[in-house]
Each structure stands twice: as structure tokens, then as C-alpha cells.
């Protein structure tokens, strides 16, 4: 796992932060912070909802927001040795407090291919990301700090978790280079 600092320029930093909290953003709500789609489930005191939004996937832009992002994604991949055109997902997370107390969301993988995944701290914030092993045993734990980039390989086990206040803002981006 790497770490980086000041990956984003600040006027870029205090852009993400303000683009993302401004209540004209679209975010999409999840019955589940850890799937894309919404369950038929009506068992929420089960699940930790949360709310997203999509700005690239299977490598194509779908979010009419995702231009805004540009200069952030392509410091973002410069920083992880990689190209913007193999961002196979850009995907922003909103979590809030839930009122419950739960260490974390559900242990996952993004994918079951090969790929490195870099996470964005768009805000600080007290949800930390945990890291597990195969056993599903917490091994490590990232606080998120407003412009703090980890970047690891998406099929080690993490998982987010729910601010006790406020709100957390994260930008999860996986590369995965095209086959040419």
C-alpha cells in the first residue's frame, strides 16, 4: 500500500470538496454502501446505506459531472503510474452517521480481475477504511484526511465505514490497463 500527500493541487482539493457538498450534486442512494443497485430489501437497519455517484465505468464516462473531475483524474493517475484512458471505474461515496454503532461496511473486493485501486479522501473524516485478511481479520486501518491518495491492489479486502459525524466523501478509482 502507498500513501501520497498533496497528489492535487489545493485550489483542485478545495474544488472536489466544494463540488461534492454543494446540494445541486447528484448523489444516488444505496441500500447497501458496498452494491450498485438498489436492493428490493426492505431491511435497512441491516445494511449501511449510503449514497454514490458514478463518473466513469467499463471505462467510459457515463456522469455528465465526470468533465468537472478531469484534472483531478488525470493527477490521480499520473501519481499511480497509470493512463486516465484505463480508469475501468471512477465512483464517488457519500457516507453519513447512521445513529448505530458499526465498526465498518461490509469486507469486499471491487472486482475479481486484476487491478489496482486508488481511494481519495475528498474530506476529513472519522469513517475509516479497514483492510482485512483472507479471514476477514482487520490487518490495518486508513484515517481519511482531505487530499490523502492510498492507492493498493483491488483484490485486498477493505471496506469503508460511517463518519460518527459529518459526512465522508471518498473518490474510489480503479485501474485496470486495456488489453491493445
Not at 437497519?45 to 471505462?59: A, G, T, V
Request: contains cysteine; charged residues 25%.
Amino acid at each position: 500500500m502507498k500513501h501520497f500527500f498533496n497528489t492535487l493541487p489545493n485550489p483542485i482539493v478545495n474544488q472536489l470538496e466544494d463540488l461534492t457538498k454543494n446540494p445541486r450534486f447528484p448523489w444516488f442512494w444505496l441500500y447497501d454502501s458496498t452494491n450498485y443497485v438498489t436492493s428490493e430489501h426492505n431491511d435497512s437497519k441491516s445494511k449501511s446505506q449510503s449514497f454514490y455517484h458514478i463518473l466513469i465505468n467499463e471505462y467510459e464516462p457515463i456522469s455528465s459531472m465526470t468533465g468537472l473531475f478531469e484534472s483531478a483524474l488525470h493527477c490521480i493517475a499520473d501519481k499511480c503510474d497509470a493512463r486516465v484512458s484505463d480508469i475501468y471505474r471512477a465512483r464517488l461515496g457519500l457516507c453519513y452517521p447512521h445513529g448505530k454503532f458499526v465498526l465498518h461496511h461490509e469486507p469486499h473486493i471491487d472486482y475479481n480481475f486484476d487491478h489496482t485501486t486508488a481511494l481519495y479522501y475528498v474530506n476529513d473524516s472519522d469513517g475509516d477504511t479497514f483492510f482485512f485478511d483472507k479471514d476477514n481479520n482487520i490487518i490495518h486501518r486508513e484515517t481519511p484526511l482531505k487530499g490523502k491518495l492510498i492507492l493498493f491492489d483491488g483484490k485486498e479486502i477493505h471496506a469503508s465505514s460511517s463518519p460518527s459525524e459529518g459526512i465522508r466523501i471518498a473518490m474510489n478509482i480503479n485501474f485496470k490497463p486495456r488489453i491493445s
